[in-house]
């Protein structure tokens, strides 16, 4: 069965870091592209950052740019998110997700982990 696992999330002031590690239950996603999207309450889930995972690429959106970083270990299975300067507008589940291309959209992701709760107080 196909799992993607996130931990990592937590309480933190502003300012401050956390890292996020999502780990995924098979290789499968070798030709995948991992995204990390996020869903403050009463809002829209919304991209945050993906990585094609045999490639390396990166993709951020506009707002998280130079503050965070998506990275992955092919050896570990897992990719990560470290977020830097964090806001208390980054308040939210955020979630981990594989899609066979790369994409903003949430729908275009085919397999999602549980989500892990990110609070940064102000």
């Known amino acids: 069965q196909v799992q993607l696992v996130e931990s990592g999330g937590g309480l933190v002031q502003a300012g401050g870091s956390l890292r996020l590690s999502c780990a995924a239950s098979v290789r499968t996603f070798s030709n995948y592209y991992m995204g990390w999207f996020r869903q403050a309450p009463g809002k829209e889930r919304e991209f945050v950052a993906a990585?094609?995972?045999?490639?390396?690429?990166?993709y951020y959106r506009e707002s998280v740019k130079g503050r965070f970083t998506v990275s992955r270990d092919n050896a570990k299975n897992t990719v990560y998110l470290q977020m830097n300067s964090l806001k208390p507008e980054d308040t939210a589940v955020y979630y981990c997700?594989?899609?066979?291309?790369?994409?903003?959209?949430?729908?275009?992701?085919?397999?999602w982990g549980q989500g892990t709760q990110v609070t940064v107080s102000s």
């Open positions: 997700a594989a899609a066979r291309r790369a994409s903003f959209i949430s729908s275009s992701y085919d397999y």
């Open positions: 990585i094609s995972w045999s490639l390396g690429n990166t």
